[in-house]
Every structure is written in C-alpha cells, then in structure tokens.
C-alpha cells in the first residue's frame, strides 16, 4: 500500500473526528473490517490506527475495540475525503447508522496537555499555593499542565506579551489545538466560549470565591456562605453588633457579600448594620477600621473579615486604637489553608484548602478527558469552622480559661 493511500484513509478518519456524529466513546469497526472498507492491508489500517492513537484522536482497549478519544475541530469548507473511496463516514463506526457507544471507557497512558487559562489576578500566596497544587497533581498523574497568562489590556501589559490582546491570544492558543484540556479562571469565561466556537474541547472554569454561575461547569470556594456562617457563629456567642471588613471588588462581587450579609443578619434578627470595603493599601485600611469605631454609627462588637490578606494591617490598626482581636474585639476571618496567619492569636478562622482545589480541578478535568460520557457537575467547595479563641468575647475567654485550668 502507498503512503498517500494511508495518509488519505488518516484523512478519512480524521474528518469523520470533526463532523456529527462523531463522539468521545464512539467505537469505529474492527480493522478487519476497515481493511475490507478501503481494500488495503491490516496491517496498514493497524499503522493509520496507531499514528492517530500517538495524536491522541483515538485509543484502542484490548479486547474492546477502537474508540474515539477526541473529536476534532477543522474548517467547514474542508473537501470530503469519502468521496474519493466512494463512502459515508458512518461507515467506519461500528454498528454502522445505530452506533456502538462506550459510556465510559479509559483512554490510552498517552502523556497529556492540560492548558491553564489565567490573568495577573491569580498572584498572592493563595493564588501560589493553587498554581502548585495544580502542577503537582498533573505530574502525579503523568501529565502536564501548561499555564497560559491572559491580560488585560492596559498598554504595560500587551507590551509584556507581543502586543496581542486576551483575544487574539486565546484564539491563536485554541487554533494550535496544542492541549486535551482547559482549566479556565471565570473572569475570561465569556472570551473563551466565543474563542471555542463549535471547537469541543473539554474545560472547567473556576474561582478562589462565590463567582456568579454564567458557565457550566465552575468550581469555586463558596464565600458567601462563609459570610453567614461566620454571623450565626457569633450569634451563638450572643454577640449582635456584627460588622463585615471586605476587600474591594466589582459591584457584582460585592452585592453578592454584602447581600449575604444582610440576609444573615435579618434571619438573626438584628437590626444592627455595619460593612466596610477596603482595598489592601495599609493606610486604607486603617481608615477604614477607624470607621467601624464611629460613634455615630455605634460601635461592633464583633467583625467578619472576609480576605485574610487585610489582618495583618488590622492588627495593627486595633494596636493603634489600644485593642486586640479576641477580647476587645472578636474576630472571625476567612482563612487559606498553608497561609500564615499574624503570630500571636488563636484565629477562629473559616478556613478554605487552595491545595485541594487544584487537586481537584485537574482530576475533574482529566476524568472529562478520559472518561467517555463523563460530565463535570457545578461545585461550590465551602470552608471548614476552625474555632480558635479570637471569636470569644471577653467573658467567653474567661470562662474557656477556667475550663482548661480545671481540666
């Protein structure tokens, strides 16, 4: 058999990849069988079968079968190869117009690229510790994870990256269609849907907070159920006064905090309201904790931090005003599991694991791109009571100290 011959019926195959029906868990005929459709040897159907089985379009299961892997995406205009064989593409799969699917199968050990899609937001410690876990677990898993950096486009940062807008380098990213897999931050969700077009490439997007769901399917560390948890925890400790400290974000972000918040405090039944957005610059900061303490706006007396990465300059904020965390101010945090939190104090912290989110991430994705059939379900991971003494008022802590002393 010639060369082009069995590059034409790789042609066939791949086309029949990159048109309905084609599907991850469909299985072709037998090469017996696709050996009598294009009337060439075995062997050469078996060499066309293990050239695209390297490119990661098919895997074959002992003793099961051929199955495709990965469906293809080529331009619409494209000729039909068929038509020099005389054939359908349904030909080739296996019980011809009624299919045989195989829901769920494994693929091949190929080694394969897993894409992270990102922007400058995914810096910080916790961010870090996230990009880690991801690259860990790929390896663990004989993969590879590449991370793909998409700005925004201030003049600074397209000058970092050839000048090509989040767009272009999505698009040009997708064209290669270099990786079997896209993990997506949720911010660029809208970009990359347009990018993919009718491309089906198996993608998780997800967030280190509550996200709103615009795309399926998103993980996240669900935040806002953290913001009621952390009222109903200082309920408990008769406490009422609650404040809320929060990071500034977009105002979708933050009407989602603050919405949580007033809902949790009306279901307690207080009348008391008192939220601060601050961004993380130090002297903001403090000025808006001297808010808190307003006189006319009456003083809390406890507060929800919503962003670790505020303690440390309302530490130092409390110190300046003769208070400390705990008594003169109980204190519940949202934590990142692996951060440091400032020495000194028991934290009541609720507490969020970025290492298991990446380890996560990439076992959902590699379960959708090895799997057949598999779907990745929408997840919001909620964070863990860590109970340390900085939510205790000034009589609880006494009375926890007594506690101890008697034991």
């Not at 349904?90 to 019980?95: E, F, I, Q, S, T």
């Not at 004989?142 to 000048?163: R, S, T």
């Not at 989040?166 to 931050?185: K, M, N």
Request: glycine residues 8%.
């Amino acid at each position: 058999m010639s060369s082009k011959s069995a590059d034409q019926i790789a042609d066939c195959i791949e086309y029949l990849l990159a048109r309905p029906p084609a599907e991850t868990g469909l299985q072709l005929k037998p090469e017996r069988e696709l050996a009598a459709i294009f009337k060439q040897d075995q062997s050469v159907i078996r060499q066309v079968m293990g050239r695209l089985e390297n490119k990661g379009l098919l895997t074959r299961v002992r003793g099961s079968g051929t199955f495709i892997r990965r469906v293809l995406h080529l331009p619409e205009d494209r000729p039909d190869p068929f038509m020099a064989f005389g054939l359908n593409p349904v030909d080739l799969l296996a019980g011809g117009n009624g299919f045989q699917f195989s829901p769920v199968f494994r693929t091949s050990s190929r080694k394969l690229q897993l894409g992270l899609l990102s922007d400058l937001s995914l810096t910080g410690p916790t961010s870090s510790r996230l990009l880690s876990s991801m690259l860990n677990r790929a390896g663990e898993k004989g993969h590879h994870l590449m991370a793909y950096p998409v700005f925004n486009e201030d003049e600074a940062q397209k000058a970092i990256h050839f000048g090509l807008p989040p767009e272009e380098r999505i698009a040009g990213l997708l064209e290669t269609d270099v990786c079997d897999g896209y993990l997506v931050l949720a911010s660029w969700g809208d970009l990359f849907l347009k990018c993919l077009g009718n491309r089906r490439i198996p993608h998780i997007f997800f967030w280190l907070a509550t996200h709103p769901l615009n795309h399926d399917p998103l993980i996240q560390f669900d935040t806002v159920e953290s913001v009621e948890r952390a009222v109903r925890i200082f309920a408990r400790e008769n406490l009422q006064r609650i404040a809320m400290l929060s990071t500034v974000t977009t105002p979708v972000f933050q009407n989602m905090a603050g919405t949580a918040y007033e809902r949790a405090m009306e279901l307690c039944g207080f009348s008391h309201r008192q939220v601060e957005y601050t961004t993380l610059d130090t002297s903001q900061v403090f000025a808006a904790v001297k808010r808190l303490f307003d006189k006319q706006t009456g003083c809390p007396e406890a507060l929800y931090i919503s962003d670790d990465n505020l303690l440390p300059p309302v530490v130092a904020a409390l110190a300046e005003m003769g208070k400390k965390p705990g008594g003169d101010l109980p204190i519940i945090t949202l934590g990142n599991r692996g951060i440091a939190l400032p020495d000194g104090f028991e934290w009541s912290r609720l507490e969020f694991n970025p290492d298991y989110l990446g380890r996560l991430l990439v076992d959902q994705l590699l379960q959708a791109v090895q799997v057949a059939g598999s779907e990745v379900q929408n997840l919001k991971i909620q964070a863990r009571w860590r109970a340390g003494t900085t939510h205790l008022a000034k009589n609880a802590r006494k009375r926890l100290k007594d506690r101890k002393w008697e034991k």
